[in-house]
């Protein structure tokens, strides 16, 4: 199969762009997904924890324990609930994150200038929530010291003094928007390429296709080009919307990031028209399409879940999925400022996938001519 | 082109793994022929077709498309055959210009000459509608045609037409069949299948297929004469044939072939005198030329018996 024509696979897009715009599920779904992504991960989902209900259990009822009290509802984090009853039992109940308990002679202790004791319970039977309260009582330890004794707390002999670098403030939107690039492209080019293609299959246009002299590579070229700029469009628009709308910055290469998002839109398509000539029908096509596009940029990619703390088999095993060097070259390009040094392994790493999606899928494609 | 015939199959097989799909055929078409196929589901005639158009490579055996064989891997005849499949004719979410286009970019096709092609086979076709025309909202019988005149867009010698006319009315397939004449008064082959027995009455010559064998060919004249070369009764009895009847008359000597037709019975015999000895003067006959139907169910069907 020598020979490429520009032409053929011109008309073979200028048809593909005329179904995109009469589809309206298409274009809800390449335009909406996006909107949709930066809206949830940019809004809806913070992993900060906020509004912590806390049970108190106020048995002093003294001066030092009201200025506890209030350090604590400052903070921002804590909402608290007075109870005369036992906080546990709001724990048990769900009524109540956490619970905190001030002994009689807490205010006696304290004003005398006397170590005082506060008991505070987490529930942890969620453990997130759990680990992210633990992270917030050192500061209110810090600030309860500040306001009873007037000075902080003696430092310990061994100090470990913690810097978050690159995100500072731990944002966690820092952290999400700029991988959702691996969401969009990772379903969308997967799902509306496996759809398309298989639908040729499926009503048999495919074969008329194919009775005239075009090419499968004009074919190939043809149908996918239109999705991979649709899916472009979406990553920019994640782009656009992580710069200006929640100021994260970019500290890398823009060149290098518009290759890591260019070979994972390869290894997407491919993947895409490999379902679509395995199916051969639309509504499989679109199942196998979601759930190999989606669970692997979602949850095996770094994106939410961190690589480093899955079970060895899976940290090999992510290796083989593109979605995650694309998080690793996104998140670098934007939030570490890496060159093309830092980002050799993962660009190489999809252009590898890359080319082996490739070739598997054309070579599925030109041997399963034959339905 | 130059002159001789516009298909020449020698031997031409296919084989998918174990399976024979066509198997050793062999036949001739003119140019400016109606060549139909004729067989049941599955007898190998869409298979023999996509070869034919360039689409699957034979197994053994040659065959030239209009002069041209499959050493480049069928390029060239897809350049100079149009095909029209059964099972999908044009892409409903476009428009009847989008998708004429469409067909005029595949094969390459300059502006000015596609857009010549195009009034000239809306004309044959007599298709007078806006081309902005969504496909979706055209009837059956109109997007056929219009399938048609996407297939002869680039002006083949050759048009391969599977079941054109399966799944439309038939007010619809006698004008589609108008229109198959019309195209080879231009001078074009045609090469169709059909299920239908009284399309197939109306090409120029017919082949029978049955489990990828060619099993007949001929004009159906001469498909009739070979498979009847007796006289044909029908008998009818007005209401329900006689059982014993029936069975003695099976086992009659001279018979060919006895089948039911509605509440009517055609019965064949080899010569006249078998059939004076196997029909009473009692029962109600006609004498009758025997239809396609007739020499498809003797050929087709009862060739095991």
Not at chain 1, 258 to 265: G, R
Not at chain 2, 221 to 235: R, Y
């Amino acid at each position: 199969m020598t020979g490429f024509d520009l032409h053929r696979a011109w008309s073979v897009a200028r048809k593909e762009v005329m179904h995109i715009l009469r589809d309206p599920f298409t274009l809800a779904l390449a335009l909406g997904l996006p909107v949709m992504l930066v809206t949830f991960f940019g809004y809806a989902i913070d992993f900060e924890v906020r509004d912590i209900k806390v049970a108190v259990a106020d048995r002093d009822s003294g001066p030092a324990a009201r200025r506890l009290k209030e350090i604590f509802s400052a903070s921002g984090y804590f909402r608290l609930l007075e109870t005369d009853g036992n906080p546990v039992e709001m724990l048990d109940s769900r009524r109540a994150d956490a619970a905190l308990f001030i002994e009689p002679g807490f205010s006696r202790d304290a004003l005398a200038g006397r170590p005082a004791r506060a008991q505070f319970v987490l529930d942890g039977s969620d453990n997130s929530k759990g680990a992210v309260m633990m992270g917030y009582l050192p500061g209110i330890q810090r600030a309860a010291a500040l306001r009873l004794y007037g000075s902080e707390p003696a430092p310990a002999p061994l100090r470990l003094e913690t810097r978050f670098l690159f995100n500072p403030e731990l944002n966690s939107r820092w952290f999400m928007v700029p991988g959702l690039g691996a969401i969009i492209i990772g379903l969308l080019a997967i799902l509306l390429t496996a759809m398309t293609v298989a639908r040729e299959w499926e009503n048999g246009s495919m074969e008329l296709l194919l009775s005239t002299p075009v090419r499968p590579l004009e074919i190939i070229i043809g149908k996918l080009a239109p999705y991979g700029l649709l899916v472009l469009t979406g990553v920019f628009f994640v782009y656009l919307s992580a710069r200006l709308v929640f100021g994260v910055p970019f500290l890398g290469s823009h060149l290098l990031f518009l290759l890591a998002c260019l070979l994972f839109i390869t290894a997407a398509l491919s993947q895409g028209l490999f379902i679509s000539v395995v199916t051969r029908q639309q509504q499989v096509a679109m199942q196998v399409g979601i759930i190999s596009g989606l669970l692997p940029s979602m949850l095996l990619s770094g994106f939410i879940f961190p690589v480093e703390s899955m079970p060895p088999f899976f940290q090999y095993f992510t290796m083989l999925l593109p979605p995650r060097w694309f998080i690793v070259a996104a998140r670098g390009s934007f939030l570490k400022g890496a060159g093309a040094a830092e980002l050799a392994v993962p660009l190489l790493a999809l252009a590898g996938l890359s080319l082996l999606l490739l070739t598997l899928a054309l070579k599925k494609f030109k041997t399963d001519l034959e339905p | 082109m130059t002159a001789g015939p516009a298909l020449e199959v020698k031997n031409l097989s296919i084989k998918f793994g174990d399976f024979t799909a066509v198997d050793d055929v062999s036949f001739t078409v003119r140019r400016g022929e109606i060549f139909g196929f004729l067989g049941a589901n599955g007898a190998g005639k869409t298979t023999t077709i996509r070869m034919l158009c360039g689409l699957l490579i034979p197994s053994s055996g040659s065959a030239l498309v209009g002069g041209l064989g499959f050493a480049d891997g069928g390029k060239g005849i897809k350049k100079i055959v149009g095909y029209m499949s059964q099972k999908f004719t044009l892409y409903n979410d476009l428009t009847v210009g989008e998708n004429l286009d469409f067909a005029a970019g595949l094969r390459k096709l300059a502006p000015r000459y596609a857009c010549a092609r195009r009034r000239e086979l809306f004309e044959l076709i007599g298709f007078d509608r806006p081309l902005n025309t969504m496909v979706a909202s055209l009837p059956g019988g109109v997007k056929q045609e219009l399938a048609l005149a996407a297939a002869m867009l680039h002006d083949p010698e050759i048009v391969f037409l599977d079941e054109p006319t399966s799944g439309v009315a038939p007010a619809s397939r006698a004008r589609f069949w108008a229109l198959i004449r019309k195209v080879t008064e231009l001078g074009k082959t045609v090469i169709v299948t059909t299920h239908y027995m009284d399309e197939a009455e109306q090409c120029g010559r017919i082949a029978l297929m049955r489990t990828g064998r060619l099993i007949a060919l001929g004009s159906p004249d001469e498909l009739k004469a070979s498979a009847f070369p007796g006289p044909m009764a029908e008998l009818d009895f007005n209401g329900p044939a006689p059982a014993a009847f029936l069975r003695e008359l099976e086992k009659a000597p001279g018979l060919l072939e006895l089948s039911p037709h509605g509440m009517r019975w055609h019965a064949a015999f080899r010569d006249a005198d078998s059939m004076e000895a196997a029909l009473p003067a009692s029962v109600p006959r006609a004498l009758i030329k025997p239809s396609l139907e007739d020499v498809f169910i003797r050929l087709v069907e009862g060739a095991g018996r």
